[in-house]
């Protein structure tokens, strides 16, 4: 089975949604399953992951409501205030969804030292009691804090969102490198080939640029714990659906037909529990 690991689905409201500035006036509006499933008919994808983009219970709630009319919907990563003092009850009352296998807040917006607050990591830890994962989303200054936070977790599974977010059109790969690699260390931690295009020169990017960065991805964590995510529709505003698999698939068109399963659904089932 092709599992795309990481996409977005929501109603835009300008209100609840400012991250989508002007620059990115391509995805100011709806979308819902019906855009993205003849997408994936068309390209052979036979499900999809469905992360949270706002950070509220609504948002959680609106995704297992999708998953609920669409089978093909196989896991949501949604939303829970992982600082709140009834953690571990609400955890306890998502339990009853068995399609929500984990969470994410949005840690690109905080500092570093937000994810290594005592409060944030007795939500981790909660977390992990409920057997839920955790998706880091992060830019190359959190992965530091992001080592730090792991290291206290080693039974924690753990996936690092858009390989972290390096600055591919600044070419910067050096802090961000060290960084990555020293996550890959831990065996209970997986990364998500995903979001890279959003993070090159929207109109001038081309493959040469993401070579880099997908090796040192490869290199660290093997073809046993990378996963393949489009960040449809956000991809949009630097590349189609289409574009962004063929680059990855590009990359990867040598392998043998075993690993490709692997990045291209199997690890991502394995993950999720699917």
């Given at each position: 089975m092709?599992?795309?690991?990481h996409?977005h689905?929501?109603?835009?409201?300008?209100?609840?949604?400012?991250?989508?500035?002007?620059s990115?006036?391509i995805?100011?509006?709806?979308?819902?399953p019906?855009?993205?499933y003849p997408v994936?008919?068309?390209l052979?994808i036979e499900?999809?992951?469905?992360?949270q983009a706002?950070?509220?219970e609504?948002?959680?709630?609106?995704l297992?409501?999708?998953a609920q009319?669409?089978?093909?919907?196989k896991?949501?990563?949604?939303?829970v205030?992982l600082n709140a003092?009834d953690?571990?009850?609400q955890?306890?009352?998502?339990?009853?969804?068995?399609?929500?296998?984990?969470?994410?807040?949005?840690?690109?917006?905080?500092t570093?030292?937000?994810?290594?607050?005592?409060?944030?990591?007795?939500?981790?830890a909660?977390?992990?009691?409920?057997?839920?994962?955790?998706e880091i989303l992060?830019?190359?200054?959190?992965?530091k804090?992001?080592?730090?936070?792991?290291?206290?977790?080693?039974?924690?599974?753990?996936?690092?969102?858009?390989?972290?977010?390096?600055?591919?059109?600044?070419?910067?790969i050096n802090?961000?490198?060290?960084?990555?690699?020293?996550?890959?260390?831990?065996d209970?931690?997986?990364?998500k080939?995903?979001?890279?295009?959003?993070?090159?020169?929207?109109?001038y990017?081309?493959?040469?640029?993401?070579?880099?960065?997908i090796?040192?991805?490869?290199?660290?964590?093997g073809?046993?714990?990378?996963v393949?995510?489009?960040?449809?529709?956000v991809?949009?505003?630097?590349?189609g659906?289409?574009?962004?698999?063929?680059?990855?698939?590009h990359?990867?068109?040598e392998?043998?037909?075993?690993?490709?399963?692997k990045?291209?659904?199997?690890?991502?089932?394995?993950f999720?529990q699917?």
């Amino acid at each position: 089975m092709k599992i795309d690991a990481h996409q977005h689905f929501w109603y835009y409201r300008p209100e609840t949604q400012g991250w989508i500035n002007e620059s990115m006036r391509i995805i100011q509006r709806n979308f819902l399953p019906e855009d993205l499933y003849p997408v994936l008919q068309k390209l052979g994808i036979e499900g999809c992951i469905a992360v949270q983009a706002d950070q509220s219970e609504e948002e959680t709630n609106f995704l297992v409501e999708l998953a609920q009319k669409n089978d093909w919907i196989k896991a949501v990563i949604g939303w829970v205030d992982l600082n709140a003092d009834d953690i571990d009850a609400q955890l306890s009352r998502y339990k009853q969804y068995r399609i929500i296998k984990g969470f994410r807040h949005i840690l690109q917006a905080e500092t570093p030292d937000f994810m290594l607050t005592e409060s944030f990591k007795r939500g981790i830890a909660c977390l992990e009691k409920h057997k839920y994962c955790y998706e880091i989303l992060i830019y190359p200054w959190h992965l530091k804090a992001a080592i730090q936070l792991v290291k206290q977790f080693p039974k924690m599974r753990f996936m690092i969102d858009h390989i972290a977010k390096p600055l591919i059109r600044k070419h910067e790969i050096n802090e961000w490198k060290e960084g990555i690699t020293t996550l890959a260390e831990f065996d209970n931690v997986y990364c998500k080939l995903s979001g890279i295009v959003t993070e090159a020169d929207w109109k001038y990017w081309k493959k040469t640029d993401f070579e880099p960065y997908i090796e040192t991805v490869k290199s660290a964590f093997g073809v046993d714990r990378i996963v393949f995510g489009s960040d449809w529709p956000v991809c949009l505003v630097a590349a189609g659906y289409d574009q962004v698999i063929d680059l990855a698939q590009h990359y990867f068109k040598e392998y043998t037909e075993s690993d490709k399963a692997k990045i291209f659904g199997l690890n991502a089932i394995e993950f999720y529990q699917i």
